[in-house]
Every structure is written in C-alpha cells, then in structure tokens.
C-alpha cells in the first residue's frame, strides 16, 4: 500500500455510495454478476443481502449472483476525501473507508431538533442551546407529574390548576394558606 493516497473530491463520493442506504460502502461491497441482468450497481453487502431489489434499476436480484466487489473495496481503502461537513467548519480528511466513523463522531454535523419544532442543520455547540430553548421541548414541573411541551405550558396550567386548587381546599379550610403559589 502507498503511503500517498489519491484525493477524492465530496461530490465524487456518490461514485461510492449504496444505492440502498445512502451511504459510503461499507460491509463487504458487492455487485450484481449476472448475464441476464442489466443491473450493475455496487452495494454495501449487508444493504442488498436485506432486500436483493435494487431501487436504480428495479431489479430483483438473486443472492447467487452477487460478487465481492474488489475494486471498490481497494478505492474505499486508498482514497481520501474530507469530511461531508467540511462547508460546516471540519478539517477531518482520510480514507474513505474512514468517513462514516468520523462522521458519527464529527463535531461540525448538522442535525435537526429532537422535539420536532422543525429546527434543522443544528450543529453540536448551537444543539445544547436550542434544546435549553426550544418551544417544543417537554417540560415536566408541574405538582400533577404530567408531562408537556413548553409551547403548550397556558393550555396545561389553565386545565391543570383548577384541579390542584380544588384538592388543595381542604388545606385552606383548616385555616392554613398555601406559602407559595402553584405554578406549573
């Protein structure tokens, strides 16, 4: 092996992506051999062993005919290409045989809100502060335990403090006051 590697641009890295999943090859690429299919696309093994259907060419294909890709495997391990995230501030370059790790791990990923608010291409650093904020975020302080979004806090305290007060008027009929008010 060469201690120099070849240099792959990103938009070149759909020549190394599973037309299943999306993603760069992985799992012992394999390509469809046989002679009466026109099918010639590479697949990460475990992709296409799940479905035998190729969704490019609409081809049900038979476990059989698959082959190792071999020239797929040895650009996946002697190319380099940077990071998917690099517009986002990444300096990682590697194999790519590499990048779906780093990409786990890349601190400059951009990912969309958990809560479902629509929030998207929330890098790590901003993702701890939208979380904090988010309007759609479950809250859970309320004395009745039940959980609900922060954008929906006025509908739950309208419906939920009539029924905390009215459990708590025997308190206030021995002669005592709540010391705090409730506030969910």
């Not at 999306?22 to 010639?40: G, H, K, Q, W």
Request: hydrophobic share 35%; proline share 5%.
């Amino acid at each position: 092996m060469h201690a120099d590697f070849a240099d792959l641009e990103i938009d070149q890295l759909i020549l190394l992506t599973c037309p299943i999943c999306e993603e760069v090859l992985s799992n012992d690429p394999v390509f469809n051999d046989s002679a009466s299919s026109t099918c010639r696309h590479t697949f990460c093994g475990d992709c296409i062993r799940e479905t035998l259907y190729c969704h490019e060419c609409r081809e049900v294909l038979d476990a059989r005919d698959l082959q190792p890709n071999s020239m797929a495997v040895n650009l996946l391990n002697t190319l380099r290409t940077p990071c998917i995230f690099k517009a986002n501030g990444c300096g990682w370059k590697g194999k790519v045989v590499d990048l779906a790790a780093h990409r786990k791990a890349c601190a400059y990923a951009a990912t969309t809100c958990p809560f479902g608010c629509g929030e998207q291409n929330l890098m790590p650093r901003s993702m701890r502060l939208h979380v904090a904020s988010c309007s759609f975020r479950m809250l859970d302080e309320c004395a009745c335990k039940k959980p609900f979004r922060f954008n929906e806090r006025d509908a739950h305290e309208a419906s939920c403090l009539p029924g905390l007060r009215r459990r708590l008027r025997p308190v206030s009929a021995l002669g005592r006051s709540p010391q705090r008010a409730f506030r969910c």
